[in-house]
């Protein structure tokens, strides 16, 4: 397959509009929220479906668990409070 060259000129390019930089950093493109490690006792049953999840969905298990969890805790949390 040939490569299409690209021949550029010294025509005038018109009406140029400067756009504001829009974009966060990087290092707040990174959101870490606090965690804390605790010891759970899960059925088997649960944990062999969130790891079979997590694999169709190349994620990890942990992550999938932790992500319901806070969901929950948004959902209900709301509730309460009210």
């Known amino acids: 397959m040939k490569k299409k060259t690209i021949k550029y000129t010294d025509e005038p390019i018109g009406k140029i509009n400067v756009v504001a930089d829009f974009l966060p950093p990087p290092n707040q493109l990174v959101l870490k929220e606090e965690t804390v490690k605790v010891t759970l006792s899960l059925t088997k049953e649960s944990i062999d479906f969130f790891k079979r999840e997590a694999k169709?969905?190349?994620?990890?298990?942990?992550?999938?668990?932790?992500?319901?969890?806070?969901?929950?805790?948004?959902?209900?949390?709301?509730?309460r409070s009210r």
Request: proline content about 0%; glycine content about 4%; overall charge positive.
């Open 56 to 79: 169709i969905h190349h994620t990890q298990y942990q992550k999938m668990i932790r992500m319901l969890l806070d969901q929950y805790t948004s959902f209900y949390g709301k509730k």
